[in-house]
């Protein structure tokens, strides 16, 4: 295979870095790791209601299995009146890359 070496001097911004990007990927996991989301931090990151989330998310048997932090997962479903929803923030991030198609599967 032949290569042509070029060099050529393209400005960046003062305001700015060139990273890879799997650092980038890696610098958005660091960012959530040790973090815990609400129902309303969830709501605000996916532009759901509360009802929809539970309805197409969180309650199908498919998806509980692997969701819920009784068996292993990274949600605490509440047990009873006034306990929250608390979702360890990076897992379900990357829960809902994960599984988008089959979220919002009819």
Not at 31 to 54: A, P
Not at 78 to 92: D, L, R, V, Y
């Amino acid at each position: 295979m032949q290569t042509l070496n070029v060099s050529i001097a393209i400005p960046i911004p003062e305001d700015s870095v060139l990273i890879r990007k799997v650092e980038l990927e890696e610098l958005k996991q660091q960012s959530l790791s040790g973090v815990y989301w609400t129902m309303k931090d969830l709501e605000q990151r996916t532009g759901k209601k509360s009802e929809w989330i539970k309805e197409n998310i969180l309650l199908p048997v498919r998806f509980r299995k692997m969701l819920d932090s009784d068996l292993g997962g990274f949600v605490f479903y509440p047990k009873s009146k006034g306990q929250t929803w608390t979702f360890q923030a990076s897992k379900m991030a990357e829960f809902l890359d994960k599984y988008f198609n089959q979220i919002f599967k009819e």
